[in-house]
């Protein structure tokens, strides 16, 4: 099937010919849907604190974590331009010479390009769209009286302007301040000062980049991390990955033969989020905060934010403490019958994790053996938020293909929704990820894990694209805090949904929580 071309280009990008095999058959075969038991709910795997407990996690946090290597690690590698999808389809339909503005007349829903002409002045990156205009001899005001706004979406989206369809989220400015807009990555960079400050000052953020943004965003944080080095009186650890080439995936035909382009050579994609697993896997964090670049809020709002960072933080560190102590006496192998079954209780209670049926026809020893593989993993808290409609993964009781009962965060798509029990259990769900994640990836020897040895490989899936006009079969990874972590420690606390804010498209931030 390959040829010596093929194999060349699967050594450059440092993927081995097993692997490529493996993924055909994946699209021969198809990956399984999950099988969902049960929705996860405060009832049944949704840990929600009292005030006296929240209180008493943030204070431990605050006394414990100086002790820890802390790191934020920010996904930051998305393109912004689906941000911008209604701005561009207005102006393919529309030219200068048309009647745009009743166009803009005619939708006036939040999402609409009415909206965001109207409010354009409330946007961060005004001042600087005014500024870029004038620098090309052009006034936005008399663009607006005009109807000029083709205009005025070319100058921020095309790069004889600010270019924004063109550059990562990450730098595209989201907060106005009255120093001037503030960029995404800025706000995190306030944010790791608040909660990953270490006892000499040191601020820890990785941030993953993608190859031809690279450079810009080195330059851009740069630029700026001085101000808030002297405001937080903190030293930035600044780290950057890009995902790599050696986790894409092969493109294939309807026939599932590898999919080639004009040229003869086979077509990669890149595999989805789940490839930052191995990114993750390369940092030498204890704790490590995982939160979206476009998840963020003004300063104005930060505070529950860094409440409940606090919260999952302490909670994080305080099962860790509790899981090393068993894992240690389970280790010795010399532990009570009373021990055990603390443990026992904890591993179910604490942990959500369940006991088999047979467990209790196993010897002592073999009861140990079994505690002990279930403890010994990477160690994970993910906030829940309660579900208000917000797209995204849900948290679920799932047996996975080995029969395994376990808690994970599941996305619609993997799910059989032509199932009518299946969609049932889907439709009870109540609450949703946002993304917000504190992990322990040490073991208790304070070796680091292998973060790969926990993924589970059969939760990747398969999207139909197009190429070159041509239909082509694509095939993702498992997702970085789905199956990449399926067979992590897993514990879920709910949050508030204020600190969910993400920016899906350039109208979210006109929306309050952005504009505070």
Not at 35 to 55: H, R, V, W, Y
Not at 267 to 294: M, Q, S, T, Y
Not at 362 to 384: Q, T
Request: net charge negative.
């Amino acid at each position: 099937m390959f040829t010596p071309s093929d194999l060349k280009l699967f050594q450059a990008k440092g993927i081995d010919p097993e692997t490529i095999e493996q993924q055909i058959d994946n699209f021969k075969s198809g990956f399984p849907f999950i099988e969902l038991i049960a929705p996860a709910t405060p009832e049944n795997g949704i840990k929600i604190f009292t005030d006296q407990e929240l209180d008493k996690l943030q204070a431990f946090y605050d006394k414990n974590a100086e002790d820890y290597e802390i790191l934020k690690f920010v996904p930051a590698s998305g393109a912004a331009s689906r941000m911008f999808k209604h701005l561009f389809e207005f102006n393919e339909k529309y030219s200068k010479d048309s009647d745009g503005k009743s166009a803009l007349d005619s939708d006036k829903g939040f999402n609409s390009v009415y909206n965001f002409i109207k409010n354009l002045p409330k946007f961060a990156f005004y001042r600087d769209l005014v500024a870029i205009m004038k620098q090309n001899d052009l006034d936005l005001e008399n663009c607006l009286k005009d109807a000029d706004y083709s205009v005025i979406i070319e100058y921020l989206l095309e790069d004889k302007g600010l270019g924004y369809a063109n550059l990562p989220k990450a730098l595209l400015k989201f907060h106005n301040y009255a120093e001037g807009g503030r960029m995404a990555m800025e706000e995190h960079l306030v944010e790791g000062a608040e909660y990953c400050q270490n006892s000499e000052g040191r601020v820890a953020i990785h941030f993953t980049v993608s190859p031809e943004h690279s450079d810009r965003f080195i330059e851009e944080i740069n630029r700026v991390k001085d101000k808030y080095e002297e405001l937080f009186d903190v030293t930035y650890e600044l780290t950057f990955s890009i995902q790599k080439s050696s986790t894409d995936t092969i493109a294939v035909d309807s026939k599932n033969k590898p999919f080639r382009d004009e040229n003869d050579n086979i077509v990669f994609r890149p595999g989805g989020h789940g490839a930052l697993i191995e990114n993750l896997n390369d940092r030498e964090g204890e704790i490590i905060f995982i939160k979206n670049i476009d998840n963020i809020v003004p300063d104005a709002l930060k505070e529950t934010t860094y409440k409940y960072k606090r919260v999952l933080g302490g909670y994080l560190i305080e099962l860790r403490d509790k899981i090393f102590d068993y894992l240690e006496k389970l280790e010795d192998g010399n532990i009570t019958d009373n021990e055990l079954k603390k443990i026992i209780a904890f591993t179910k209670d604490k942990l959500c994790i369940v006991i088999p049926a047979d467990f209790e026809e196993l010897s002592k020893i073999e009861k140990i053996d079994y505690l002990f593989n279930k403890l010994h993993r990477p160690i994970r808290i993910c906030g829940m938020v309660k579900n208000e409609g917000e797209p995204g993964g849900g948290p679920f009781w799932i047996r996975n293909t080995e029969g395994e009962i376990s808690l994970q965060i599941v996305e619609s798509s993997q799910i059989d929704l032509a199932n009518s029990d299946q969609k049932e259990i889907f439709s009870k769900s109540t609450h949703f990820n946002p993304v917000d994640l504190v992990c322990y990836v040490r073991d208790f020897n304070g070796e680091q894990f292998d973060l790969r040895d926990f993924v589970d490989p059969s939760t990747g899936f398969i999207s139909v694209k197009s190429k070159d006009g041509r239909e082509l079969k694509a095939q993702e990874l498992p997702g970085l805090w789905n199956g990449a972590m399926a067979d992590w420690t897993t514990v879920f606390v709910e949050v508030p949904i204020l600190t969910f804010n993400p920016v899906k498209t350039v109208n979210d931030l006109l929306r309050k929580e952005h504009q505070a």
